[in-house]
């Protein structure tokens, strides 16, 4: 395949992102944000007129997914998300069952909203329960109570035949066993797709403010942590939902193709306050950011001034990297030709060997991917084939 052409290996998607949310989570660092009054008629207008500028640049290229994040975009009226959905498909060419994702909060779900979802396109909903108990909830600063993140589940897939949703783990005073019961719960909840996420404290939010005043008290152990991400491998496993990625679970064929395109090096564009994406265009791979403020980017694509902060024409060396960095995430692995390809250099053989020989990596028709050890220490494995 041909440099210009790398992208198609791991397909072309959109992301959408609305950027309000009805509260600020602690632990969230993503650019989200609390307003009291939202314009969406305005806020519809900006996506479409983004969808058309982009849509230019992309002319012919078929559309494979559509992911509205956030953010909660379950506040978007269901108006407002066929208004975008409309101008998604006068823009591009779409494959025949286009992956149309919208991420919900259950605080922000009703059975009416739900269905005007789906009659505006939408056929598949992540939800972010993040705990399926009251107390753990409260701590993470959830709105909502475990027994009404249920019932807006069995609502969800009432409407739609894909319905995922995260919870976090590794949280404070959890123990083992309680893992083990809550995991059992929500697989016999989950349809066929499941994220799984280790708390991690990020810099800049509320979690990591207080665990430097010393008030972040009960996190488990590292060793504790380890065997929760071992015991959450064994249980999807045994549940017939395999991790396909680090923290993603699924039955074969139900993986999200929106973020396989991102773990897979495919483009997508970013449209929305902070959105990222990466585009191709005459050989050349970019990497483009929109501006983090709602007001600024929502008065800027009004007024047609083009919200996009300067575009990072990548290096081979770069798109490489990247495509290591998302490949072995994946249990599929890393095309080792198509890295060649990309960055105009391969990976060292000593070292592909070395970590074989430690029981880090397997080398298979053409691929490296991480074995289940090499997975919980897939940081090192990513610097050691960097040369880094």
Known sequence: MQPDEDWKAGGFGLYIHWPFCESKCPYCDFNSHVAATINQKQWQSAYVKEIKRLGAETKGRVLQTVFFGG???????????????EAVRTTWPMVNDPEITLEANPSSIEAERFRGYRD??????????????DAD???LGRRHSAKEAIKAFDIAR???????????????????SDWRQELKSALALSIDHISLYQLTI????????????????????????ADMYDLTQEACEQAGMPAYEVSNHAKLGS?????????????????????????????????TESPKSPALWLQMALADQK?????????????????????????????ID??????????????????????LLIRHDGRLVATAKGRVLLNAVIRKLAGA
């Open 202 to 225: 990020e810099d800049g939010t509320a979690f990591s403010d207080r665990l430097s005043r010393g008030g972040l008290k009960g996190l488990p152990e590292e060793d504790l942590a």
């Open 120 to 133: 505006a396109g939408i056929n598949r909903v992540s939800m972010g329960m993040q705990a399926m108990n």
């Open 338 to 359: 198509r890295h060649t390809q990309i960055s105009k250099s391969a990976l060292e053989a000593n070292i592909i060997n070395d970590l074989s020989e430690n029981g």
């Open 137 to 139: 909830l409260r701590r």
């Open 158 to 176: 009432k409407c739609f035949e894909r319905v995922s949703f995260d919870l976090i783990y590794a949280r404070q005073d959890q123990s083992l």
């Open 307 to 335: 919200p996009e902060l300067a575009r990072q024409a990548l290096s081979c060396e770069e798109h490489g990297l990247e495509y290591l960095l998302m490949s072995l995430r994946l249990s599929e692995g890393l095309d």
């Open 71 to 85: 953010g909660t975009p379950s506040l978007m009226t269901p108006e407002t998300v066929n208004g975008v959905l």
């Open 255 to 287: 993986e999200s193709r929106h973020n396989l395109i991102y773990w897979r090096g495919g483009d997508y564009l970013g449209i929305g306050p902070g959105a990222h994406g990466r585009l191709t265009l005459n050989g050349q791979r970019y990497a």
